[in-house]
């Protein structure tokens, strides 16, 4: 076989380079993917919606503030600052409010802001007087926990699931 000129050589690298480039392109121009999940605060706080690959709020969700009672749903950065429009529901979640940018806009009925934001139903209470309170390391918790992972195991169940029921807080989103 001849050997090919170096134009040529010089021709097909770039071609080869110009299809690296595209690849890559491509590749950054795909959006991450999205988990779900939940984010805890050390005050108590709670996000749950999606999560970066770092485990961070990073986008549509739910942020349920503690003291308050109230919980906002909209589109949230890693900061849990609201990115746009959103809804505040209030304490008993009889009330809601338009939020943008995190202030609030004025009153809402249920219905519009079960629309605005996306909801099926209105989240689900959650403050200081809601939770339980700790208690602490139990013997018995812990051997039923365990219990529940091995019997899942070896009957061959998904070990995702837990044994305290499904998550309450979790957001229900309408079906498009």
Same mark, same amino acid.
């Given at each position: 076989?001849?050997?090919?000129?170096?134009?040529? =050589?010089?021709? /097909?690298?770039?071609?080869?380079?110009? =299809?690296?480039c595209a690849v890559a392109r491509?590749? +950054?121009?795909?959006?991450?993917?999205?988990?779900? @999940?939940?984010?805890?605060?050390? $005050? @108590?706080?709670?996000? !749950?919606?999606?999560?970066? #690959?770092? &485990?961070?709020?990073?986008?549509?969700?739910? #942020?349920?503030?503690?003291?308050?009672?109230?919980?906002?749903?909209?589109?949230?950065?890693? %900061?849990?600052? +609201?990115?746009? /429009?959103?809804?505040?529901?209030?304490?008993?979640?009889?009330? /809601? *409010?338009?939020? %943008?940018? $995190?202030? !609030?806009?004025?009153?809402?009925?249920?219905? =519009?802001?079960?629309? +605005?934001?996306?909801?099926?139903?209105?989240?689900?209470?959650?403050?200081?007087?809601?939770?339980?309170?700790?208690? &602490? *390391?139990?013997?018995?918790?812990?051997?039923?926990?365990?219990?529940?992972?091995?019997?899942?195991?070896?009957?061959?169940?998904?070990? !995702?699931?837990?044994?305290?029921?499904?998550?309450?807080?979790?957001?229900?989103?309408?079906?498009?």
């Open positions: 076989q001849a050997a090919a000129s170096p134009s040529v =050589r010089l021709l /097909a690298r770039a071609v080869g380079h110009t =299809r690296a491509r590749a +950054m121009a795909s959006p991450a993917p999205a988990f779900r @999940g939940c984010y805890g605060l050390a $005050g @108590g706080d709670l996000f !749950t919606g999606e999560l970066n #690959v770092y &485990g961070k709020p990073s986008g549509k969700g739910i #942020v349920f503030r503690i003291e308050s009672g109230e919980c906002d749903v909209g589109t949230f950065d890693a %900061e849990l600052r +609201m990115q746009g /429009a959103g809804v505040r529901f209030g304490r008993d979640r009889g009330e /809601a *409010f338009e939020v %943008e940018s $995190g202030e !609030t806009k004025g009153a809402l009925s249920l219905d =519009r802001a079960l629309q +605005m934001s996306g909801l099926d139903k209105a989240p689900a209470p959650r403050s200081a007087g809601t939770l339980p309170a700790p208690t &602490g *390391f139990d013997t018995l918790r812990h051997q039923k926990t365990k219990a529940w992972y091995q019997y899942r195991a070896l009957t061959e169940q998904g070990l !995702t699931e837990s044994n305290l029921g499904a998550n309450e807080f979790e957001p229900v989103w309408k079906q498009v």
